[in-house]
């Protein structure tokens, strides 16, 4: 089930600039900066609500952050949703005609494991499913 907006992703050219922007506008620091490597791009939250913000500027060209900025600009990237099964929620929006990006999820930031519909059959917008990893 998808239970809420977990994060709206936003691409930035300049993480420090961005950083400072989004301290001034929240009133309040990122809680967390991380990189994932391999998806070649430096991630910082802040908390909102329930609800975060995260930025996301490229470590490398090949990064699709990177082609993005190129391609239309820094800005809003992708809305993410918290589901409680992610694997579930893969197989009942792909049977519903929806493109699914990876073929399984993986690792993200945040201690998620992620999953990318693609905009071409959600009205443009990139969603990205998140669910909170499993402590063993």
């Known amino acids: 089930m998808i239970r809420k907006i977990e994060h709206l992703g936003i691409a930035v050219n300049d993480m420090e600039k961005a950083n ?3 301290s001034m506008l929240l009133n309040k620091e990122p809680y967390k900066s991380e990189a994932v490597e ?7 939250f802040f908390m909102l609500g329930e609800t ?6 490229a470590t490398g060209e090949a990064s699709a952050i990177a082609k993005y900025i190129a391609k ?15 694997d579930f929620e893969i197989n009942r929006l ?10 399984a999820p ?5 201690n998620k494991r992620i999953c990318f519909l693609h905009p071409k059959s959600t009205g443009g917008v990139l969603i ?3 669910e909170e990893k499993k402590q063993l």
């Open 72 to 86: 239309k600009g820094e800005g809003i990237h992708h809305i993410a949703m918290d589901v409680d099964d992610i």
């Open 128 to 130: 990205e499913l998140c």
């Open 20 to 22: 400072r922007l989004f």
């Open 52 to 57: 975060k913000v995260e930025l996301l500027s």
């Open 94 to 103: 792909r049977a519903a005609g929806f493109e699914v990006i990876n073929a």
């Open 38 to 44: 391999s998806e070649q791009v430096n991630t910082s």
């Open 106 to 110: 993986k690792d993200g930031a945040d």
